[in-house]
């Protein structure tokens, strides 16, 4: 089983920055990706990473805004998010262990933290 701790969320002004970081038991997972979840939406995906060779795949609202990566050797992904707004507000989780279908599916992946929030205020 893999466990996944959460870090680094906190409230920032619109523009800002935060770099989350989720560390990890064990990094053989094949994927890690965050997630996000605002009051009264669903789960939706932001990006995801392979953890063998770095590959990095994002969501349309996180492209040339965020960047996913992996420090193998720390067992930590880091997601640096660039020029909040206040539609980034959520709790942000990070999970592991993908088992089929879409990277940014929640519903593709077994293990899961216990989230961080973030807030953006203007």
């Known amino acids: 089983a893999q466990v996944l701790v959460e870090s680094g969320g906190g409230s920032v002004q619109v523009g800002g920055s935060l770099r989350l970081s989720c560390a990890a038991s064990a990094l053989t997972t094949n994927f890690i990706g965050w997630f996000r979840q605002a009051p009264g939406k669903a789960r939706e995906g932001v990006a995801a990473?392979?953890?063998?060779?770095?590959?990095?795949f994002y969501d349309d609202s996180a492209k040339g805004r965020f960047t996913i990566a992996r420090d193998n050797a720390k067992k930590t992904v880091f997601l640096q998010m660039n020029r909040l707004q206040p539609e980034d507000s959520a709790i942000y989780y990070c999970?592991?262990?993908?088992?089929?279908?879409?990277?940014?599916?929640?519903?593709?992946?077994?293990?899961w933290g216990q989230g961080t929030q973030v807030t953006v205020s203007s």
């Open positions: 990473v392979a953890t063998a060779d770095g590959s990095a």
């Open positions: 999970a592991a262990e993908h088992i089929g279908g879409s990277l940014l599916s929640p519903n593709g992946y077994k293990y």
